[in-house]
C-alpha cells in the first residue's frame, strides 16, 4: 500500500465514523454534547480565574445525593432536572430540591425541553413541579438541545414560547442552556441574547490557554458546563460540573428576590437611573412622558448612555419590542392589544450583553376612535370622518415641503373653530386664536430635520373637533448679514449656515418664546418640554411576543 493511498483510506474511515455518529439515533445522552465541544471563532474567557463558583447539575442518574459532603466539598449552586419534557417526570427532584436548599447550595430547576411538545404544559409542569420561587434561587432553566425533528424557527417560536410563560408566571428572566453547534444549526435565533447562557463545552476550565465558544447572539457565557466526569463527595459515579463566571456574591445577584442595594455596581432588576444612578447609566424616555394618554399606535424612544448598544421594551412584564441600532433614540412603534393602564419598562444592555441601565412609565393606552361617536380624535381628520371632525388644513407649509428656520404655520378652518394648537410630534409648541390672521405662528425648532406637524382645532367649550398634519423638513437658519440684498438671500442655492443658538417655545430649562403656551384652552392640555429629534420608527408592528426559558444535563 502506498503512502498516498494510506492517507486517503485514512481520510475515509474518519468520514465514514463521523457519519455513523451523526447518523446514531434515539434518546439523548450525555455523549451527545460531544459533538459541541468542537473549536469555533467565538471566544468567551473566564474573566477572572480568581474570582469563579464551582457547582454542580443532577438528575436521577446520579440518584440519591447526600447534599451535606456536596456542601462541605464547597459547591455553592446546583441545577437539578424537574424533567424531560411532559413524559418523564424525575422522580429525584424533591428530595434534591429540598436537599441543596436544607445545606446552603443555590439552587435552580431545569427542565429538557421537548420542541415537539406543548411548550406552555411544559413550562405549567416545571413551575408546579418547582413550587413557588424561594429568595436566593437561582432562575429556572429551559435545556435547549433536542429539535423534536422541528424546523429551526419552530424550535426558536417554541422556546419563545416556554420562556415567555415562565418569566410572566415569575416575574424573573430563565436562563437558557445550549451548546454552541446545536444552537447555531438548529435553532439559528438571535432573539434571546437577553437571557444567561449556561454553555456546555467540556474542556478542563483551568487550561488558561483556552475559552469556550458562544453562540450568536451571546457575547459570553454566564454557567460553563466544562466536564460529565465530575466526581463529588455525596453523589456516586459521574456528575456534570459547572462553573459561574463572578464571585459568589455576583451570583446571588442574578437569583430570585434579590435585596439589591444602591451603589454595590450593579444595575439590578429592580434599578433605574432614577432610582440608583450609582449603578445604572443614563436612560430617560424622550416620548412618551409618565402619565400620557395615547392612541394606538404608541411610538416610544429612550435616550442612554453611549455604552448602551440594545434596548428592550417591556409591557407589565411582557417584551413587546427591542431596538439595537439608533440614529439618535432607541425606538419602537407598537400597536397594543390591550388598554388602559400600561407600565412600560425599557432596559438597556452593554456591549457584553450585560443589564446597564433602565427606565419606566406608566401609560394610559386608549381604544380607537370610532367614526360617528361624536369626537374627534386619533387618526381621525375631516377627510376620514367627516361626521367627527370639521374642516381644517394648512396653508403654509405644504406637506413635505423643505423650510429654513424660523417656520411660519398657517391654518384656514371651519368658523366653529376658535383656537389651534401645534404639535410637533407629540410635543405641543404654540397656540393661537388670532383668525384673522390664519392662526399664524412662527417658531424657532431647537432640532432640524423632518418633523410631524399637526394642527388641532378647538371649538368656544375647548373641545377637539379638528384636526390636520404635515410632514417637513426644517433646514438651518438662513444668515442673513451674510448677504448685501434680499434678492442675494432668494437667489443663491447654497446659503450661508450658522448655528442654531435660540430656544424652541418649550424647552428642558422652560423656556419660552412670546407664543405663550398659556394661551392653550383646552383644560385637558399640558406642556410637555420639547426634547424630541425625529427619528423614524422601526417599520411595522412590532407583535407581543411570548418567549421561554433553559435547563440542562442529562435525560432519562
Not at 465514523?17 to 439523548?28: P, R, V
Not at 400597536?335 to 457584553?352: H, K, M, Q, W, Y
Not at 450661508?496 to 419660552?512: A, F, L, M, P
Amino acid at each position: 500500500m502506498t503512502k498516498t493511498t494510506a492517507t486517503i483510506l485514512s481520510i475515509l474511515s474518519a468520514l465514514i465514523l463521523a457519519f455513523l455518529l451523526f447518523s446514531s439515533c434515539g434518546e439523548e445522552s450525555p455523549e451527545d454534547r460531544l459533538f459541541d465541544q468542537l473549536p469555533m471563532e467565538v471566544k468567551s474567557c473566564i474573566t477572572d480565574r480568581t474570582k469563579i463558583v464551582h457547582g454542580i447539575d443532577v438528575s436521577k442518574w446520579q440518584g440519591s445525593i447526600d447534599w451535606s459532603k456536596v456542601a462541605q466539598a464547597g459547591y455553592k449552586f446546583a441545577f437539578i432536572r424537574v424533567s424531560d419534557g411532559l413524559t418523564y417526570i424525575d422522580s429525584y427532584f424533591p428530595q434534591n430540591w429540598a436537599g441543596a436548599k436544607n445545606n446552603g447550595i443555590i439552587r435552580g430547576a431545569y427542565q429538557f425541553f421537548r420542541p415537539n411538545q406543548d411548550a406552555i404544559q411544559q413550562a405549567q409542569l416545571l413551575l408546579d413541579k418547582m413550587g413557588p420561587l424561594q429568595k436566593g434561587d437561582l432562575p429556572p432553566v429551559i435545556d435547549v438541545e433536542n429539535t423534536g425533528n422541528l424546523s429551526p424557527a419552530e424550535v426558536a417560536a417554541q422556546i419563545g414560547k416556554w420562556i415567555n410563560y415562565v418569566e410572566s408566571k415569575l416575574g424573573i428572566k430563565p436562563i437558557i442552556y445550549s451548546g454552541y453547534y446545536f444552537w447555531k444549526d438548529n435553532v439559528k435565533s438571535t432573539a434571546f441574547g437577553d437571557y444567561l447562557l449556561w454553555l456546555p463545552w467540556y474542556h478542563d476550565y483551568q487550561d488558561t490557554a483556552f475559552c469556550p465558544s458562544v453562540p450568536d447572539p451571546w457575547t459570553k457565557w454566564t454557567f460553563w458546563q466544562w466536564t460529565d466526569k465530575g466526581s463529588v463527595p455525596g453523589i456516586s459515579g459521574n456528575v456534570d460540573l459547572d462553573i459561574f463566571d463572578g464571585t459568589i456574591d455576583d451570583l446571588k445577584k442574578i437569583t430570585y428576590n434579590y435585596e439589591e442595594i444602591c451603589g454595590d455596581n450593579y444595575c439590578g432588576t429592580n434599578e433605574t437611573y432614577q432610582s440608583c444612578p450609582q449603578d445604572c447609566l443614563m436612560m430617560n424616555f424622550v416620548m412618551p412622558k409618565d402619565g400620557d394618554e395615547l392612541y394606538n399606535p404608541v411610538l416610544f424612544k429612550v435616550e442612554a448612555d453611549a455604552n448602551i448598544t440594545k434596548v428592550n421594551y417591556y409591557a407589565d412584564g411582557y417584551l413587546f419590542g427591542t431596538s439595537t441600532k439608533p440614529e439618535t433614540y432607541f425606538t419602537v412603534e407598537y400597536t397594543f392589544n390591550t388598554l388602559g393602564e400600561r407600565v412600560i419598562l425599557a432596559e438597556g444592555f452593554d456591549r457584553s450583553g450585560k443589564r446597564a441601565a433602565a427606565t419606566s412609565i406608566t401609560i394610559k393606552v386608549l381604544a380607537t376612535p370610532k367614526c360617528g361617536d361624536g369626537e374627534c380624535n386619533g387618526e381621525e381628520n375631516h377627510n376620514t370622518c367627516s361626521q367627527d371632525c370639521v374642516n381644517i388644513s394648512f396653508i403654509t407649509p405644504q406637506n413635505n415641503e423643505e423650510v429654513h428656520n424660523p417656520v411660519t404655520f398657517k391654518v384656514e378652518a371651519d368658523k366653529e373653530v376658535v383656537s389651534v394648537i401645534y404639535t410637533a410630534d407629540i410635543y405641543k409648541f404654540a397656540t393661537s386664536s388670532d383668525r384673522n390672521s390664519n392662526f399664524e405662528v412662527n417658531y424657532k425648532f431647537n432640532v432640524l430635520g423632518n418633523r410631524k406637524i399637526i394642527a388641532d382645532g378647538y371649538n368656544a367649550n375647548n373641545k377637539k373637533i379638528a384636526t390636520t398634519y404635515i410632514n417637513i423638513k426644517i433646514l438651518e437658519e438662513i444668515d442673513a448679514s451674510a448677504y448685501d440684498t434680499f434678492e442675494d438671500i432668494t437667489n443663491t442655492t447654497q446659503p450661508d449656515i450658522v448655528e442654531d443658538t435660540t430656544t424652541d417655545i418649550i424647552v428642558d430649562t422652560g423656556t419660552q418664546d412670546t407664543e405663550k403656551t398659556e394661551d392653550i384652552k383646552p383644560a385637558d392640555i399640558i406642556e410637555i418640554k420639547e426634547t424630541y429629534s425625529d427619528v423614524k420608527p422601526d417599520a411595522g408592528n412590532i407583535q407581543e411576543k411570548e418567549s421561554s426559558g433553559c435547563g440542562c444535563s442529562v435525560i432519562e
